[in-house]
């Protein structure tokens, strides 16, 4: 089955420190993506970043990066240099491939990591 | 952003009455989809679609149908709504295969 496993349900920082959100996952595809989503209070979701099944290098921006080991099966966030505006619910998600044609595409999602940045 | 909205933003509804959310997008993206969200179980997809008239059930479609005339729209409706159909539903898009999808503002519906 293909499944996002986010082990931190909460996780705390201090402001101007880095810290790393775990993500594992679990498929049999060999093409497959991976994203981070952030979902501050107000509700809206915002993509970060993503990392694609057959990058060789992990892929940043910004102050996002993502440590894709894939023998590990694991994307993790890591976030440098936290600002007060980083605290929000973190999703990571998984692209699949869906069962009906026209190439359509779905995305699984984790359960979510809420990250507090204290000043 | 891909100029997605979402309407109504908030409803409250009785058991047994039917309720249609609607999607609308301005970036002639191919793919949509029906999220809803409840603490403990981040985002399940309920229904997709990959071209008008093109769709397919999610993970949790039980009780919701879409439907696809254009583009542009994507519609939920819950039959018969009941309490378990109180959450927030999101609404996303996607440009094409091996892009990322963009959401919506949300839409939280209250079941009483």
């Known amino acids: 089955a293909q499944k996002i496993t986010q082990t931190q349900p909460g996780m705390f920082v201090q402001e101007k420190e880095a810290v790393t959100l775990d993500c594992t996952y679990d498929t049999s595809d060999p093409s497959y993506g991976l994203f981070w989503y952030k979902q501050p209070s107000s509700g809206e979701m915002i993509f970060l970043i993503y990392q694609g099944s057959y990058d060789q290098q992990n892929a940043t921006e910004g102050r996002y990066s993502l440590n894709f080991q894939k023998a590990r099966k694991s994307a993790n966030l890591v976030i440098s240099a936290s600002q007060l505006g980083d605290s929000a619910m973190y999703f990571c998600?998984?692209?699949?491939?869906?069962?009906?044609?026209?190439?359509?595409?779905?995305?699984?999602f984790g359960k979510g990591t809420k990250l507090t940045v204290n000043p | 952003d891909a100029g997605i909205t979402q309407s109504p933003r908030h409803k409250v509804t009785e058991t047994g009455t039917p309720v249609t959310l609607r999607c609308h997008q301005t970036e002639n993206h191919r793919y949509m989809y029906w999220y809803r969200q409840d603490p403990g179980h981040g985002l399940r997809l309920i229904h997709y679609?990959?071209?008008?008239?093109?769709?397919d059930k999610g993970e949790v479609s039980d009780g919701y149908s879409v439907s696809r005339s254009k583009t542009e729209d994507f519609l939920l409706t819950l039959e018969s709504a009941t309490s378990s159909q109180t959450s927030v539903y999101f609404c996303a898009t996607q440009m094409g295969q091996l892009y990322e999808q963009y959401f919506g503002p949300g839409t939280r519906l209250t079941v009483t």
């Open positions: 998600a998984m692209r699949v491939q869906g069962s009906s044609q026209g190439g359509s595409e779905k995305l699984v």
């Open positions: 679609s990959y071209g008008v008239k093109d769709t």
